[in-house]
């Protein structure tokens, strides 16, 4: 009796607008890694409802927009690790075509009496680790905390700073004694009530400054009585 299948999904990948799904197969001592897009697991479900019919678990439906979203993405990938397991426990009773879809589906190794040494088996732990270190876009980002937060605005100023400063521009808006310290606040909703009064300004001084411009425009307007009218005039030059 050959022994049971078993998979697991253990990353995914976005290639050209594709989700990769990798699935670990475990089989007996032999374990080996498949790389297969949404599309190619829905043929396996075609194929394998031309056999069995209503007899299959619950497929994922597909998704026309939003299937790169990492929600969707890991809800997706959860949906169809349930699949494959509920095909995997129930082909036995299947029938022997049915194994034989799903041992060629899987690319599974022929039989073989000589099992799996140790090395192998820490290479393949060796891979299975490295590929657990790519980026997961299932995987909700993790936050950030404080520090981290401060270092990376710490080291984005500085780059900016080396960036315009290289540059043939003027970079005096840098050399401003503020340029590192924080944000000036915004002002409260008292100081804006004050901003809302009418400014309070002295008549002595109104007083002032309509005496002083009265004087200048007098001083300008008046023309002195021994100077014509005539003098007041420039004759334009000829150009010819």
């Not at 509920?86 to 022997?96: D, K, P």
């Not at 088996?121 to 404080?146: C, F, T, Y």
């Not at 023309?223 to 007041?232: H, L, N």
């Amino acid at each position: 009796m050959a022994p049971e299948i078993r998979v697991q999904f253990i990353g995914n990948a976005c290639t050209a607008g594709h989700t990769i799904y990798t699935i670990k197969v475990i089989r007996g001592d032999h374990t080996w890694n498949l790389h297969k897009r949404y599309r190619e697991i829905r043929e396996l479900h075609e194929e394998l409802r031309l056999r069995l019919g209503d007899a299959l678990p619950p497929f994922p439906a597909k998704r026309l927009f939003g299937h790169l979203d990492p929600n969707f993405i890991q809800t997706r990938q959860a949906g169809l690790q349930t699949y494959l397991d509920g095909v995997l426990q129930n082909h036995a009773s299947s029938g022997r075509s049915i194994e034989k879809v799903l041992e060629e589906w899987l690319q599974c190794p022929p039989p073989s009496t000589t099992p799996q040494t140790q090395v192998d088996i820490e290479v393949q732990n060796m891979a299975e680790h490295l590929e657990g270190q790519l980026l997961n876009l299932a995987l909700p980002p993790s936050p950030l905390d404080e520090v981290e937060i401060t270092a990376r605005v710490k080291k984005y100023g500085q780059v900016m700073k080396l960036h315009v400063l290289s540059q043939p521009v003027d970079p005096i808006h840098l050399r401003r004694p503020d340029f590192d310290l924080e944000p000036v606040q915004l002002s409260s909703g008292n100081n804006l009530e004050t901003l809302r009064l009418p400014p309070h300004v002295d008549q002595a001084d109104i007083d002032h400054l309509l005496e002083t411009f009265t004087k200048c425009k007098k001083a300008v307007t008046t023309i002195p009585d021994d100077v014509k009218e005539d003098d007041m005039v420039v004759a334009f030059p000829n150009l010819t």
